[in-house]
């Protein structure tokens, strides 16, 4: 009896520590590059989907050569996820992918990632002074206090943004439109940038769609109407792209996406990105 005992709380740790995900070992602080001009960055912001939830696998903790990440001490390190660290629970997000990708396209570059997404926020959180209990943190401040850091060693390329679940709601998904929209003109206005790329993500099915512990079948029509308010920014604001997240997945939590997931958005917003990047529009 004491041996399938022992046996059965092993399996529990085994459990509970794969559930975490796996975490680098170390991260190795490194020197920018010395020409601003080749070293180019990006702001990852947005909630939890952007922050990553999804549990890391030996893949999200290689390194590549040439994708750093600013920390939350304000150093640059080689790029490993978790990226984000707006809460312990932070795993594979999309920015890690969206990297490795921008940097695989341009090899005489290295790509900087500023992750500053925060779990849970509105996109109300998103606005000069705006303080958000459940961190204690000034999202939107504080990712222009370090991506203004992060500037004095490289150049600000584009922001990629995921965010819309906690505005999936009847009165918060008719006014997406506009505040996605003003958002983007204040980061532009404080970052010194009024054509910087902006790429947004769409919510997924799994989120839109969905079935109870007995069968009834649900739709999140609020977060249908989030969806479309992302996709028609595009109609009226230059430089800005979005990426549907069809055929993802979720971690199993009906919420947040996959590991697996999560890169395939990585590489989607590289490649908005890059179409945005490639053909800007400075008028």
């Not at 990708?101 to 705006?130: F, H, K, R």
């Not at 150049?155 to 006014?175: F, M, N, Y």
């Not at 945005?276 to 008028?283: G, H, K, L, P, S």
Request: glycine share 8%; with cysteine.
């Amino acid at each position: 009896m004491k041996k399938y005992l022992l046996l059965g709380s092993l399996l529990l740790v085994f459990i509970q520590v794969g559930a975490q995900g796996i975490k680098p070992k170390e991260r190795k602080v490194v020197q920018p590059p010395a020409n601003k001009a080749k070293f180019h960055l990006f702001l990852l912001v947005g909630q939890s989907n952007m922050a990553g939830r999804g549990y890391a696998e030996a893949v999200d903790t290689i390194a590549h050569a040439r994708v750093l990440r600013l920390n939350k001490e304000g150093e640059w390190e080689e790029a490993k996820d978790p990226l984000h660290f707006d809460k312990p629970i932070a795993g594979v997000g999309p920015g890690l992918a969206f990297g490795k990708a921008m940097a695989d396209a341009d090899t005489t570059v290295i790509i900087g990632l500023i992750p500053c997404a925060v779990g849970g926020s509105s996109i109300d959180y998103w606005q000069e002074g705006a303080y958000y209990p459940a961190t204690k943190t000034y999202p939107y401040d504080d990712a222009i206090v370090r991506t203004k850091k992060a500037m004095q060693t490289g150049t600000l390329t584009g922001i990629i943004w995921h965010q819309g679940e906690a505005d999936s709601k009847p009165a918060a998904c008719l006014v997406y439109k506009a505040k996605l929209k003003a958002l983007i003109a204040t980061f532009r206005k404080d970052l010194g940038k009024p054509m910087l790329p902006f790429v947004a993500g769409q919510l997924p099915d799994f989120q839109i769609y969905k079935q109870d512990s007995v069968g009834h079948k649900t739709i999140n029509r609020s977060a249908i109407k989030v969806n479309e308010a992302i996709a028609a920014v595009k109609e009226s604001v230059r430089n800005y792209g979005f990426v549907k997240a069809n055929n993802t997945q979720h971690r199993g939590d009906v919420l947040h996406f996959s590991a697996a997931s999560a890169r395939l958005m990585g590489r989607r917003y590289a490649k908005e990105m890059m179409n945005i990047v490639n053909n800007i529009t400075e008028r």
